[in-house]
């Protein structure tokens, strides 16, 4: 009995400490996303630091530049960087249209694809399968092609699967 009260209390002592021990040595600067619909962006890497920022947008594209214990410094696709809590970030990668004007979305990643539909400055979107200067971009069910020169969250030369 001793050693399964043990054995449970070691396992759970580290499942919290494998995820950001994981994230922690990730190599800097990686893209992820805001996964919480409220998101307080902090001067400084600590809940005392005030607050900077309230993000009231999941699924926005953030640039991670540095890493600080459970803390995450990010970068936003305006340029304003702050602090935010780990948990409150994804993995799950996505962009936002940038610009002026609307970018087509095709059938296929070529210029010669059937245009599908236009996605407005602003709108964000999840990406995949980034190639040749193309991903596919999903915007709430309707995915196409678009070119990576009109989004922010997708680096220059990137591949995705």
Same mark, same amino acid.
């Given at each position: ?34 996964? %919480?619909?409220?998101?307080?962006? &902090?001067?400084? /890497? =600590?809940?005392?630091?005030?607050? #900077? ?58 210029? %010669?694809?059937?245009?599908?539909? &236009?996605?407005? /400055? =602003?709108?964000?979107?999840?990406? #995949? ?33």
């Amino acid at each position: 009995m001793r050693t399964i009260i043990l054995a449970v209390t070691a396992l759970a002592l580290m499942l919290p400490t494998a995820a950001p021990a994981a994230d922690a040595k990730r190599k800097v600067p990686y893209l992820a996303s805001i996964q %919480a619909s409220r998101a307080r962006m &902090r001067t400084g /890497p =600590g809940r005392t630091y005030p607050a #900077s920022w309230l993000y009231q947008r999941s699924g926005l594209p953030v640039r991670v530049i540095a890493v600080l214990k459970e803390w995450r410094k990010v970068e936003d696709p305006d340029g304003t960087t702050g602090w935010m809590q780990g948990n409150l970030l994804s993995d799950v990668r996505t962009a936002i249209v940038r610009g002026t004007q609307p970018i087509e979305m095709r059938e296929r990643p070529s210029v %010669a694809g059937k245009l599908m539909w &236009r996605a407005a /400055p =602003g709108v964000v979107g999840r990406v #995949s399968a980034c190639a040749d200067g193309w991903c596919r971009f999903d915007v709430m069910g309707q995915a196409a092609y678009v070119e990576t020169g009109g989004l922010w969250g997708v680096e220059a030369g990137e591949v995705l699967p």
